[in-house]
Nanobody
Framework: QVQLVESGGGMVQPGRSLGLSCAAS????????MGWFRQAPGKEREFVAA????????YYADSVKDRFTISRDNAKNTVYLQMNSLKVEDTAVYYC?????????????????WGQGTQVTVSS
């Protein structure tokens, strides 16, 4: 049974940091590209960051570039998202997703497996 379980969400003040983890099971994690997406209330799900199967390539949305870092540990079947200098507009439910093949890591339709999401709230 495929599972993606996100953890690490919570409430933080603007300018602070938060780290998310996504533990995978039930599929060959090391063969999959992994992505993080987010969805704020009333908005569409949007791409945040992605990392290829080996960890050798990473991709970021312009809105989070230089603030967020995606990484993975294939030995632990886990992908991470380190979020620094958080802003109020980063508030959303964050989802991790897995893609065996996609024409674009930026397109949520290219991901086969999804987690349930974890809430991140940035507020003073």
């Amino acid at each position: 049974q495929v599972q993606l379980v996100e953890s690490g969400g919570g409430m933080v003040q603007p300018g602070r940091s938060l780290g998310l983890s996504c533990a995978a099971s039930g599929f060959t994690f090391s063969s999959y590209d992994m992505g993080w997406f987010r969805q704020a209330p009333g908005k569409e799900r949007e791409f945040v960051a992605a990392i290829n199967w080996s960890g050798g390539s990473t991709y970021y949305a312009d809105s989070v570039k230089d603030r967020f870092t995606i990484s993975r540990d294939n030995a632990k079947n886990t992908v991470y998202l380190q979020m620094n200098s958080l802003k109020v507009e980063d508030t959303a439910v964050y989802y991790c997703a897995a893609s065996l093949w996609s024409s674009s890591v930026y397109d949520p339709n290219g991901y086969q497996y999804w987690g349930q999401g974890t809430q991140v709230t940035v507020s003073s």
